[in-house]
């Protein structure tokens, strides 16, 4: 069999030095036999600006289209702050997005046991929680025109930001959440703000549609996205699949890795339709983390959440669900040992540098 | 001196019957010569629509006007679901929001000791969490036009939202947070999300230059909305002042107001700019809790949030600072005697109902 082609995309601030503990896995697969994978390495975000003035080359999105999947790191940081709107590090993410039409965000919230006191919320609130947000990632006020400041004179300025969502955007995420559900709790809560927004009623009237015509056997419900908010605090063991538009799946789905004390560990997938021709789909894989510039180059970064991407890469991409497993449960036997990076440091716990963390998980594996 | 002229909107659901507790209230202030307020009612909402087709009547809006201050208790229900978009609940608020150019949107989220345990974050998060959310209220894209749902037939649809800020509406909501943050923390946080929007772009550049030009005294700083979202989380006592625009400020005081686990406890203000000439402005005061037809009518509902309401109101609308601390104090005496409605329930704690609260709270006045 020919090898699985990845692109990986290390990025900015700690970026490579996460990836650099995925390469590592990867290269003890292929020496094992176990796997075979062909990687190449490109630029994105500010470093891609500082090499070529953009945040990724068409060379490099050419790439990514021709790979089987993508890695990604992080992107961003305030070096880039002064950089032009279109050139910034995260329109190089974005750009991704839009041109492998990566419209599906599978963003797990899930709380690891041996971390559930790291979280702000109380043990018996997130203790065994398991939430999968879906987010809608290549619509909404993300893409929307127009989006643009107009001079008004005088000092004044006028921004506008558009938020479109079209009927066919709308089933196509639906369907996502609810496949998925059918594999989990076989429960879809869909949020939105359909009482101030003209996208929020059409987004409630298509999914109510799709779940109608094709998706009876699975529970759904509606909730306004502000007190959807307020019950992911109060009570989230109560969700199972949340679908929701690309900007409160922003917010959203940060708060919901927050609610686990997990943060630097949660993984995530961008994917793509299905080819009805080659059964394939475009796919990119990232941690949820930023590059956390300030922690960047000193091997203090935790890799868990990029090994964890790397293992959703496995599931969806590859159709290899037992190694998948095989590594998601190293990473929580890592944990159980109190083998823990800086940012889930826990008293008694074994602290350890980034590249220990990644022997750790190596070495469970 | 005239007597000051208030319009009570009581709304749906639970609305009238809090609003029942703070007319008592009001009623005895007037009797014992303690204050002096002329009160009329009207409709706003599900029960608006249900009278006169409209969620609001022009005549009513013009009382509102005409008013000193507006108390408003809740508004919506699943009875009016099937209501045309223009003429649904919400539109009767949003149409007070934007004629009466109430801008500013004070949102407080206070936990209350007594409460600290409904929580569903730890203790040592929330304890003595003490937060104002400065919310803008008549832009973005609640009402930024085109706001429509265009047929493209064959059942296609296309949904447009558009959010517009300009310069002068982010100076003025941007000073308001700063002049109360001097009055507090002397810290503002702004948030937004410039690495996608051009109005977070906009939002961003206007507030870092009345930061400049006007308020060096005070800290500031900016958080893009998710991270800080989760920040609100992780850390809410971290914050100080938080200024954000229409639809961030929607989702991230809701979440605010449930770390305090005191959601039926929290009031908000809604203002207008000060008139020069006649030192007075607009203003609407209501609860954050929304209208809970599920317990409406059965005395069972929280009246606190709307009676801290009217507190605002003595505070931010009549200069009568003393009497608002003293209400508030009175609300915080109830609590700590355990005298608790059903949504504040805690085991040894005496359950009261809508009525026996308000007469609870006017007994420590
Ligand atoms: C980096 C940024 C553009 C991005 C987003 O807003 O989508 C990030 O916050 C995310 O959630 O993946
Ligand atoms: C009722 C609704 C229109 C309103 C809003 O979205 O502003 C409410 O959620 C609020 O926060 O006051």
Redesign the pocket.
């Given at each position: 069999m020919a090898p699985h082609k990845l692109l990986l995309l290390p990025g900015d601030g700690i970026g490579p030095e996460v990836m650099g503990e995925v390469k590592r896995l990867i290269d003890w697969l292929n020496a094992q036999g176990i796997a075979s994978f062909e990687t190449e390495t490109g630029l994105v975000g500010g470093c891609a600006y500082d090499a070529d003035k953009v945040a990724i080359t068409d060379a490099t999105v050419a790439k990514a289209k021709a790979a089987d999947a993508v890695l990604l790191g992080a992107v961003g940081g305030p070096k880039w702050d002064p950089v032009p709107f279109d050139v910034r590090p995260e329109a190089g993410l974005l750009r991704l997005r839009k041109d492998l039409e990566l419209f599906a965000n599978l963003r797990p919230a899930i709380c690891y046991p041996a971390l559930a006191d790291s979280s702000s919320l109380k043990r018996e609130i997130v203790e065994g929680l398991d939430i999968m947000i879906v987010r809608e990632l290549t619509g909404g006020v993300y893409f929307g025109e127009p989006k643009e400041i107009t001079d008004l004179g005088g000092g004044k300025k006028r921004a506008v930001d558009t938020q479109v969502y079209e009927t066919y955007e709308i089933e196509r995420i639906a369907a996502v959440a609810f496949d998925l559900a059918r594999k989990r709790g076989n429960k879809v809560t869909s949020m939105e703000?359909r009482?101030?927004m003209k996208s929020g009623l059409l987004w409630n009237e298509v999914v109510t549609r799709v779940h109608a015509e094709k998706y009876k056997d699975v529970k759904l419900e509606h909730q306004?996205a502000?007190s959807g908010g307020m019950q992911l605090v109060r009570n989230p063991k109560q969700f199972d699949v949340i679908v929701t538009d690309n900007l409160f799946g922003d917010v959203l789905s940060d708060i919901a890795a927050m609610l686990t004390g997990s943060l630097g560990m949660l993984p995530s997938a961008s994917l793509g339709a299905t080819d009805a021709k080659t059964g394939k789909r475009k796919a990119l894989y990232e941690p949820v983390h930023g590059s956390a510039p300030d922690i960047a180059g000193k091997g203090l970064a935790n890799p868990l959440a990029m090994l964890a991407s790397f293992g959703m890469a496995l599931r969806y991409s590859f159709d290899m669900g037992a190694l998948a497993d095989t590594i998601e449960k190293a990473i929580a036997n890592v944990l159980e040992k109190g083998i823990r990076t800086g940012d889930i440091a826990a008293a008694g716990a074994k602290g350890v540098s980034t590249s220990q963390m990644g022997e750790a998980v190596l070495k469970e594996v």
């Open positions: 703000k009482n101030v306004l502000d």
